[in-house]
């Protein structure tokens, strides 16, 4: 089993093929949208593949240290042209072509139209541990 | 095995090792340990008087423990030299120990969490499953907390005030897992109200009651938020409602007013309105009144600004809504929604969207969305 961090972005990703915002859609849109990613969830739950998964708020601050003494430095909100994650599910998976099946199928999630967003998301792999047996 | 009965017991368990002079980790410690003997034994040998046998287990646990500690050799003298301590009154014990959890030493997050453990008996794991952090995080937070309360004598009563938001933090957080934090709140009110008798107390658990009563209506089966106005009532939990209104009338007739008195007025008038349309809007104005002056809280008069818009028209809420900070969480939703009412569909709907953008949970973004949503739409149509 591989652990593996799906993405979804606000900004900073390609577009989506069905690129139309949110609350450009109707009410019952939404809904269906929200529930297609609940019932992704709870299937993978039953699978035993589902880690964890939160969303994220729009906003974020960039944070450095200040110096000796000082109070840390930041640049407050992002700026409007910067990469921002929206959200991210982590999964536990045998492999990784099943990591990417489950990413495409996240990614049909219905939006304006009741269509496929066809949106992008960013898939990274965890680190692991080394094996304490290598053979 | 009981598992609520030796969770109803812990908290007074502690109060009184605590008041025969145990240090307040060691005690926690002791009565974990009797708990477990109790867990052991009572199933094959059950005992008459279950408090008294784990006070007993507890105390003895204590004092092993305490004269193992070589290091400890001053105390033990001094436990020694004690007399034997008579029976204590266990609701006084048990409102110390709430005074001890909610100490004005302890950040919030940490008066919660003990309290939770000490006085509510949860175990960490549950904690840390209803505030969905990893068990070690909750562990350690429990831990520090402990140390932070460990010198503190439990002589004198602290303030209730504390007490009290600690209590109502616990409620508002809502639940996940096999805890269900409103309900766990309401207990240990209704546990101090039984304590302590002050109409704040009073109030509190009022105002919990009213809100829990419209739980049921308040989320709709995909989990999605149902406004006040689109409840369906007839989901109230009416006894629960009943009884909120009745606490509420015997603390107000007090006369002793206090934030928690006013705001469950409020809720009781929402509870009172056998539809939307019959909120008695002027009263609830009149009781946002009472709230700033007691609290001064731009939060209240936030809240009041809407109570404005439904007793004297948009317009009107409106006006009340430019003195604020538009910096103030939930303002933009509330400008958005007086502007929908006000007519102004294309503003609301640029307003609705700019909320959900700054909405600080799941369900209140998913709402905000759908209403920007539905206004773009009634107006592309």
Known sequence: M????LLKHYRGAPAPVNDVPMDKWTPEEISAHVQYMQDFADRLEKSGEFVDGQALAPEGTWVQYGGAGRPP?????????KDLIAGWMVIDVDSYERAIELAGELSA??????????????????LAAPPTITE | MDEALLRSLTPSMLGILVRRGADFAAAEDAVQDALIEAVRGWPADPPRDPKGWLVTVAWRKFLDATRADVARRRREDLVD???????????????????????PSLTPASAVALTLRAVGGLTT??????????????AQRISRAKRTVSGVRLDQPGD???????LYLVFNEGYSGDVDLAAEAIRLTRQLTAAIDHPEVAGLLALMLLHHARRAARTAPDGSLVPLAEQDRGRWDTALIAEGVEILQTALARDRLGEFQAQAAVAALHADAPT???????????????????????????????AVGEADGPRAGLAALAALDGSLPRYVAVAAYLHERAGDLGEAARLYAEAAH???NFAERDHLTRQAARLNARRNR
Request: hydrophobic share 40%.
């Open chain 1, 2 to 5: 591989a652990k593996y961090l």
């Open chain 1, 73 to 81: 430095v930041t640049d407050g909100p992002f700026a409007e042209t």
């Open chain 1, 109 to 126: 999630a219905p939006g304006a139209g009741g269509r496929p967003i066809h949106e992008w998301l960013e898939l990274r792999p965890f």
């Open chain 2, 81 to 103: 030299e004690e007399p034997e301590p008579g029976p204590a009154p266990a609701v006084d014990d048990t409102l110390q120990l709430y005074f001890l959890c909610a100490h």
């Open chain 2, 125 to 138: 794991r549950q904690i840390a499953q209803a505030y969905l952090v990893p068990e070690a995080t909750m």
């Open chain 2, 160 to 166: 209730v005030g504390t007490v009290l938001r600690v």
């Open chain 2, 276 to 306: 939307a349309g019959e909120t008695d809007w002027v009263q609830i104005v009149e009781w946002y009144d009472e709230l700033a002056r007691l609290t001064d809280s731009p939060v209240v008069r936030l809240n009041r600004a809407v």
């Open chain 2, 358 to 360: 700054q909405a600080p």
